[in-house]
């Protein structure tokens, strides 16, 4: 009697933990009430096999090792005069790195892919479209971040002409000048097609090489964290997450766009599931400023106002 009872019970826990995992909603034994039950997101991470599989532990000669990558390459162990980085290592900061990419996608940010060589752009576009961020894949423009006014005048430069061509307004024009427009709308488009609707500035970047050092220069001066692909010759001053591997190879590059992919997707899942949630707010617990420009400042003090008794007048 004792084993069916405990038979049954296993059965149920099993049954319970498999529709936990679905997240699927079911119904009670009477058939009344039904049970929602909230589907389990794990975490993405990356494993040591795949890494290595993408040869990701591959880095530069010796002669070319920057002092502060030292601590990750395996010391007196080269192949042919080049460093082999430790992924042990490279595993715990990725997978620290996509945390806080997941966190970043989660609250509402915006992410910016960065790869502006050959073999990475079409990687990149590909990618950010695929977890709806965004990306510069072409060329870096100086300034594209910094001068941050400027880049918003050549955005607005940009929706305009897409506007003029979709409703035909170049149909006004004679020929030359609307090849003119469209040349000019094609380099708009080439350039700043990937950040046509940001916004504002990114809340972090993720960066294949640090071959891109203008991008690099530009978001550490902002304050924006970077996730880069650190090879063995790359200095990581001011970088929030480095990531030790190898930026020449076409198959390390690609697993580490599609992890930061698979993160940016997970984390809108997690920003979808916590928007169904209901939420309940206490009367007092919102302020009665609205918006924090609303709010008074902190040195600003009400001030008092003395009433003196009137006089009686002299006689």
């Known amino acids: 009697m004792n084993k069916e009872i405990k038979h049954e019970t296993s059965t149920e826990a099993t049954e319970s933990h498999e529709v936990e995992a679905t997240g699927e909603v079911t119904a009670s034994e009477d058939g009344t009430s039904p049970i929602h039950t909230e589907a389990v997101i794990e975490p993405v991470l990356v494993t040591l096999d795949e890494l290595f599989e993408a040869n990701f532990h591959y880095g530069y000669k010796t002669s070319f090792r920057n002092p502060w990558m030292s ?21 715990y900061e990725f997978n620290k790195a996509l945390a806080a990419l997941e966190r970043c996608v989660s609250r509402g940010g915006k992410v910016l892919f960065v790869g502006t060589e050959n073999h990475t752009s079409r990687i990149i576009e590909e ?20 001068n941050w006014r400027n880049t918003c005048d050549s955005i607005y430069t940009l929706k305009s002409l897409d506007k003029q061509i979709e409703d035909g307004y170049l149909l006004n024009f004679r020929k030359s000048e609307q090849m003119r427009i469209i040349k000019k709308h094609d380099r708009f488009k080439r350039f700043l097609g990937g950040i046509k609707d940001i916004g ?3 809340d972090m970047m993720i960066i294949t090489s640090n071959r891109e050092k203008n991008a690099i220069r530009e978001g550490c001066k902002l304050g924006i964290p970077i996730i880069l692909l650190a090879d063995t010759n790359t200095d990581p001053h001011g970088i929030a997450h480095k990531i030790p591997g190898n930026d020449r190879s076409v198959k390390a590059i690609e697993k580490f766009i599609t992890k930061c992919t698979e ?53």
């Open 71 to 91: 601590g990750y390459v395996f010391t007196g162990k080269t192949v042919g005069d080049i460093d082999i980085i430790d992924l042990t290592k490279t595993v």
């Open 127 to 146: 990618e950010a479209e695929k977890c709806a961020q965004y990306y510069i894949s072409k060329r870096w423009l100086g300034g594209l971040l910094t």
């Open 263 to 315: 993160a940016c997707l997970s984390g809108l899942r997690r920003e979808l599931t916590a928007g169904m949630k209901p939420t309940v707010e206490h009367a007092g617990s919102r302020n009665q400023h609205s918006h924090p420009h609303d709010r008074p400042h902190s040195h600003q003090r009400p001030r008092k106002v003395i009433s003196h008794p009137k006089r009686a007048p002299s006689e």
């Open 200 to 202: 504002h500035l990114p």
